[in-house]
């Protein structure tokens, strides 16, 4: 497989899909994976383009067909990676992008350690991210709660991230991003090795 993947982790709410949407506009040959998840659907998603918004059923059936590359239970709900159109992304060279949880992050790991690169997103302190939760309003208080006790749990594995980003600037943040993503296509594992040295030695 030629392709990569990359992993983009931090608590909901800390700007992760507006840095991702600005990123799969601007750059060319990205997968974003749409994941399957058992939540409502918020008030301008859509099914198929945020989400494959699915039953419990369904994604109980998914799992015992091994549809998903990796999944878990977040925040009181189940999300998971398709496996399928992955495979096929990395197939083709893309670069195949995933927003998931720290959990979802590991298991992903164990079968695709060397097609990886991990970033993990955050605001710049609890308060605000508290804020910017409150302000999105789409959940309840109990969910926002709920958000922000994972959100402190997922900082503990910071470290296992290649990258940091502290969303308090949306310009620097995407400057960061943008960067990341290209510098994985210059990774070295992504040249046709004897292709590359024919040619080298074919040209004198
Ligand atoms: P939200 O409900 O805000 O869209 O997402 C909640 C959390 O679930 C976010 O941290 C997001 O990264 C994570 N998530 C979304 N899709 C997946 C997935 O397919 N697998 C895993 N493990 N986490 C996911």
Redo the contacts with the bound molecule.
């Keep these: 497989m030629k392709g990569q993947i990359l992993i983009i ?4 709410g800390s700007g ?1 899909s507006t840095l991702l949407n600005r990123l799969l506009k601007d750059e060319p040959n990205l997968y974003f994976s749409i ?3 058992t ?1 409502a659907i918020r008030e301008g998603e859509k099914d198929g383009v945020n ?1 494959h918004f699915v039953s419990q059923d369904e994604f109980q059936k998914g799992i015992e067909n091994g549809d998903f590359l ?3 239970y ?2 009181k ?1 189940y ?3 398709n496996l399928k159109p992955v495979l096929k992304a990395l197939d083709e060279g893309k670069i195949a992008v ?4 720290v ?2 992050f590991n298991l992903a790991k164990e079968k695709f350690k060397n097609y990886i690169t991990s970033v993990f997103i955050t605001t710049k302190n609890q308060d605000e991210l508290k804020k910017r939760l409150q302000k999105r309003n789409t959940d309840s208080d109990e969910i926002i709660q709920n958000r922000l006790f994972n959100a402190v749990g997922e900082m503990e594995h910071i470290l296992e991230y290649d990258y940091f980003l502290i969303n308090d600037d949306l310009e620097k943040s995407y400057k960061g991003l943008l960067s990341i993503v290209r510098s994985m296509r210059l990774k070295s594992t992504n040249i046709p090795l004897r292709q590359t040295i024919d040619e080298w030695i074919d040209c004198k």
């Design positions: 982790s931090g608590p909901s992760k994941s399957s998840t939540r989400y990796e999944w878990a977040v925040h709900n999300y998971g990676t995933f927003d998931i949880d959990q979802g």
